[in-house]
């Protein structure tokens, strides 16, 4: 069961340019998204979300696009730095029926290369 | 910062025992939940508690799971018989009022090695 999928297991990019992580869904009854950035031996880190209603959230040198109609979204990291490297995760929830149970994506591997 | 800590951080049993996992959520959330990831898969949904009961829960979380709020900070998740399959990353999280737009917020994990 693959309602959220991401698929680029990994992405390199050189620092300072645009990192552009993107993520699939096929539950048209999802209306909250998020990112998240793990660690290795952490728990994963909130990065930025957008509601159904917007197409577009922008914080710092994060930004989630949505685009409903293809049922996905992209995240952009501009400039990307190093510590930005980490593997980053899609979530997505559908409020009315389930709350707010995230479903995963399995990730995508950045690295940010110096 | 506020975050969500989570003890212990690995914990190691043997097949058939039970595990108590344990999380502090942030102070003023009222939302509670349990995930976990397999080694090379990804994170998956185990149960939302609210108001002292279970709100959700997943196919994956049959009888041998627990969760339980035994005071006013701990929220644990207790599994009764572990069997190999369930080694695995454990994820505490916490939201603000449930509210649709609110954000989980993930502790460190609990790596559990079932033998």
């Known amino acids: 069961d693959q309602q959220v999928k991401q698929n680029s297991p990994s992405l390199s990019v050189q620092e300072g340019r645009i990192s552009i992580l993107n993520c699939d869904y096929t539950?048209?009854?999802?209306?909250?998204f998020l990112w998240y950035k793990k660690y290795p031996a952490e728990g994963p880190t909130f990065l930025i979300s957008i509601s159904s209603i917007k197409d577009k959230n922008e914080d710092g040198r994060f930004t989630v696009f949505l685009n409903k109609s293809a049922k996905h979204l992209s995240l952009h990291i501009v400039p990307s730095q190093p510590g930005d490297s980490a593997v980053y995760f899609c979530?997505?929830?559908?409020?009315?029926?389930?709350?707010?149970?995230?479903?995963f994506g399995t990730g995508t591997r950045l690295a940010v290369r110096p | 910062e506020p975050e969500v800590t989570q003890t212990p951080s690995h914990q190691v049993t043997q097949m058939g025992q039970e595990v108590i996992l344990r999380c502090v959520p942030i102070?003023?959330?009222?939302?509670f939940y349990w995930y976990r990831q397999i080694l090379g898969q990804k994170v998956e949904f185990l149960v939302s508690?609210?108001?002292?009961?279970?709100?959700?829960k997943s196919e994956i979380f049959d009888d041998q799971f627990s969760v339980e709020r035994p005071d006013g900070s701990n929220f644990t998740l207790k599994i009764r018989s572990t069997k190999l399959e369930d080694s695995a990353m454990y994820f505490c999280a916490s939201s603000d009022l449930g509210l649709s737009t609110d954000t989980q917020y993930f502790g460190p994990g609990t790596r559990l090695t079932v033998l």
């Open positions: 539950n048209s009854m999802f209306d909250y």
């Open positions: 102070s003023n959330h009222l939302y």
């Open positions: 508690f609210y108001n002292n009961e279970i709100s959700e």
């Open positions: 979530a997505a929830s559908d409020r009315k029926s389930s709350g707010d149970k995230l479903t």
